[in-house]
């Protein structure tokens, strides 16, 4: 499959697997929710004390699993993370970023404020998946 074609069918959808690899070798599964970023990139929301955080911080190569409209079709994105700092002020470049990718996910949030204090309590981050290869199956 042509990476263009697997990145096509992503944009279409927002929900999937996240892979890691666990120190061990092993793969960690994560059910996320992601939005386009710029150009290529997919962003995701996570939370720095998650293991699928430590993970990409060890080793950066992830894939991204997106099911279709049943179950033989599916995308599969391999490629490196990108972690942003965590937020750590209301205001920073992280929150920022998160607010962009809520906007994008969900539209507009009823109390930002609350929002903002949230992101630094949860200790959150964004996500930046490169893709760098796609296989699996869209045919209808």
């Known amino acids: ?17 996240l ?12 059910n996320i929710l992601y939005v386009p970023g710029d150009g290529d990139t997919f962003r995701i929301s996570i939370t720095d004390s998650r293991a699928k955080t430590v993970n990409m911080r060890r080793d950066p190569r992830i894939s991204l699993y997106v099911p279709g409209d049943n179950f033989f079709q599916y995308v599969v994105l391999e490629g490196t993370a990108q972690l942003s700092p965590v937020a750590t002020d209301p205001h920073d470049d992280t929150v920022e970023q ?14 930002w404020d609350d929002y903002r204090a949230t992101m630094v309590a949860d200790g959150r981050l964004i996500c930046a998946v490169h893709p760098e290869r796609a296989y699996g199956m869209v045919a209808t």
């Open 98 to 111: 998160l607010i962009a990718y809520y906007r994008a996910g969900n539209g507009e949030h009823p109390d």
């Open 19 to 30: 892979t890691t690899i666990r120190a061990n070798g092993r793969p960690q599964l994560s």
């Open 1 to 17: 499959m042509e990476l263009n074609e697997g990145l096509g069918f992503v944009r279409a959808r927002n929900h999937g697997v």
